[in-house]
């Protein structure tokens, strides 16, 4: 394998594990439970808000050359600043951070029930501390060693699950209900949001493994590659994890949304398997809490605080933040987030789109409309 091609893949299995945690295992199967027989039409209005637009926000970071503040500097640098600060805030300690270890807990839940929240959140929030204390080896971390053993964990659930699945009833709603359902439930994984700051994190790793070999063209060029990859992966399991939530409802029914997939493979291969897939569970939600913890981190040192404290103590914040909020459980966090969302992520989606039009010769007044 060229060396090239192995960093691409390297850099897109890191991507598709960056984006795939909590909300990313929740909520497809939540609208395969909801849609049901039409599942079809939740996953085209969950692939538009989950896939595409993200693959928007990705593509033009890259042709901004992973550079954030150039990116948002259209704004204006005091609008820029708050809206990166309230992204931030969103997908790190005040948002999915907390959302990672709940739903991590709820695999855990399955085979210690009478195991405390705090406990278990107090031992993951330490380990994502201790996997961003030092700089430099989050993407090789999470791309070589845990996408492998979650991409076939959830495969093989996935594969067998279907296979092993009855019949169900057809579901009650419209087809445009389904559709929508599934367009809006695309917005609380936050995949946009994320997208700007993955796709700096991805560029600035192909530009540090290339070194001074490497032109802004091959690493735009490999970086899109990169994308592709990661969007490929997650468009996958998404598709999967929505016929599981479809093929599984009769049995979903009193089941927390984030208990579904353990109980999902408690009921496909038996008891034994609530370990492996609480682990599968913790290993996903892990990855992408590490980065953005170390995101939200690296923000605070550098652009709230001017590199007035240190890097240590910035992770310090983050994971205690983080722990403190993760005790008001899944569905309260979500619930809140689901406001916010409401608003920001219209307004998000097109700026993507302006961005990106920016970067092609068009006309300007037709990019300004």
Not at 117 to 142: Q, Y
Not at 181 to 203: C, E, N, P, R, V
Not at 245 to 269: C, D, R, W
Request: net charge positive; proline share 5%; charged share 10%.
């Amino acid at each position: 394998m060229k060396p090239t091609t192995k960093l691409v893949l390297t850099a897109g299995f890191a991507m598709f594990s960056m984006f795939f945690g909590s909300g990313n295992l929740i909520f497809p199967l939540l609208i395969g439970f909801k849609a049901q027989s039409l599942y079809i039409y939740a996953i085209l209005g969950f692939s538009i808000t989950a896939v595409c637009v993200p693959f928007l926000g990705m593509l033009g970071m890259m042709k901004f050359k992973g550079d954030r503040k150039e990116y948002f500097s259209v704004l204006g640098k005091t609008p820029a600043f708050i809206l990166t600060l309230l992204m931030l805030m969103l997908m790190g300690p005040f948002g999915v951070i907390p959302r990672c270890v709940d739903v991590a807990f709820g695999g855990f839940e399955l085979m210690y029930p009478a195991l405390p929240l705090w406990i278990f959140s107090a031992f993951f929030c330490t380990f994502i501390g201790a996997l961003i204390w030092r700089t430099n080896s989050i993407v090789d971390i999470i791309g070589l060693f845990l996408t492998p053993l979650k991409l076939g964990a959830y495969a093989l659930l996935i594969v067998v699950g279907i296979w092993l699945s009855a019949p169900v009833t057809h579901s009650q709603l419209m087809p445009s209900s389904s559709f929508f359902l599934g367009l809006h439930k695309g917005y609380q994984t936050m995949d946009l949001l994320a997208s700007f700051f993955f796709a700096s994190t991805i560029y600035h790793y192909l530009k540090t493994a290339l070194g001074k070999k490497s032109s802004d063209e091959q690493l735009v060029r490999m970086g899109i590659l990169a994308s592709l990859v990661g969007g490929a992966l997650l468009a996958a399991c998404y598709i999967g994890l929505v016929m599981l939530g479809h093929l599984y409802s009769p049995f979903l029914v009193n089941v927390p949304q984030e208990s579904m997939l353990a109980a999902i493979a408690q009921k496909t291969f038996g008891h034994y398997a609530v370990p492996f897939i609480a682990v599968t569970l913790a290993v996903s939600c892990l990855a992408t809490a590490t980065i953005l913890a170390a995101l939200f981190a690296d923000f605070v040192k550098e652009d709230i605080c001017q590199n007035k404290i240190s890097r240590p103590h910035a992770i310090l914040f983050t994971v205690i933040t983080s722990f403190s909020l993760s005790l008001l459980g899944f569905e309260t966090i979500c619930n809140w987030l689901g406001y916010i969302l409401e608003w920001i992520y219209p307004f998000l989606m097109a700026f993507s789109i302006y961005q990106l039009a920016s970067k092609f010769k068009t006309n300007p007044k037709a990019i300004r409309a």
